[in-house]
């Protein structure tokens, strides 16, 4: 609600046009209708044109997900991309705040991401899915002296407080742990991930260079066993997931063992041909110092 102030606020001055995307997920009964009211009267008392997406049911089956909080996010990420493409809007914008950044890095930070992965949660400007976060530097207590001063309407989420989901027993009870100790926390998060994003920037220039080197088909990619070895070990494991991508076309259940298995056996074994690692859907050989990276045909 503060950034749909912000919003209006701005338009005047700005000329831009924007209209508002609320989704009620009903999982609160009359608090979800509740959410929505706010919502749908401020559009309408302010002339904002806006449209409510409902999820039901069946839209809860149609995504698949390890828990509710996984399902609900791939319903919003395919109701806004719907919305921007109907629309043809230029640019999504979220209201997440630096909280959200921090509890959902440390989130992923718990669950063993990558610094890859680490690098690219909640960017301030997603230009693949066009989506743009101009609130993520400002913490949620700032945001709600704002709104307290404008006296914007908002409502808050009970289920917040619901520790049974991970998410909420970060936010409540460690995260404020954590500012007890640094009450900067969430600024040296948003810093960090940036020093992450722009060392990773490099990492994934220097291996398009290396990539030229490549043998690459859509079934098969052969990389000379001298220029594997003697890459840095980082440019090592970032090319084997690089090759599990193109591959496979993504890289879910690939996991850091997977990598290292791989890693070690092409260096342990600087001699052997034959097959060095399988699963159900890889294959690593060596064929004269050539290392054979190939779709697994069984799979």
């Known amino acids: ?3 749909l102030h912000l919003f209006l606020s701005t338009q005047a001055l700005l000329k831009h046009s924007f209209s508002v995307l609320h989704m009620n997920h009903h999982l ?13 009267s401020f559009c309408s008392h302010h002339s904002i044109p806006y449209d409510i997406v409902h999820f039901r049911p069946p839209d809860w089956e149609s995504v698949t997900g390890t828990g ?6 791939k319903l919003r990420k395919r109701a806004l991309e719907k919305t921007r493409q109907e629309l043809s809007l230029d640019v999504c914008v979220i209201g997440h705040s630096q909280n959200d950044l921090s509890e959902t890095f440390l989130f992923n ?18 230009p693949t899915n066009r989506i743009f976060r101009p609130l993520l530097c400002f913490s949620r207590q700032r945001i709600r002296d704002y709104a307290s001063q404008y006296h914007i309407p908002f409502r808050d989420d009970a289920t917040n407080q619901d520790t049974q989901f991970s ?13 007890k100790i640094n009450p900067a926390f969430a ?22 260079d290396t990539m030229k080197s490549w043998d690459i ?4 990619i ?45 260096l342990s074994h600087p001699s052997k041909n034959g097959i060095l690692y399988t699963d159900p859907k890889m294959n690593v050989e060596r064929e004269d110092n050539v290392i054979n990276f190939r779709i697994n045909e069984v799979f």
């Open 187 to 208: 600024s040296s998060i948003l810093r960090f991930q940036d020093i992450l994003s722009t060392e990773n920037d490099w990492i994934e220039k220097t291996l398009q």
């Open 217 to 220: 088909t859509s079934h098969r």
């Open 167 to 179: 998410r909420n027993r970060l936010r409540n009870n460690i995260l404020p742990e954590i500012a």
């Open 28 to 40: 609160r009964g009359l608090d979800s209708d509740q959410d929505e009211q706010v919502v749908s």
């Open 222 to 266: 052969r990389v000379p066993q001298a220029l594997f070895c003697s890459l840095h070990k980082a440019l090592q494991r970032r090319s084997i997931l690089q090759i599990h991508s193109l591959l496979q076309g993504h890289r879910v259940d690939f996991s850091f063992a997977c990598v290292e298995t791989i890693r070690m056996a092409i």
């Open 1 to 3: 609600m503060v950034m």
């Open 68 to 73: 509710l909080e996984e399902k609900a996010r």
């Open 109 to 126: 930070f718990i669950r063993g991401s990558s610094p890859e992965k680490l690098s690219s949660i909640l960017p301030m400007w997603d």
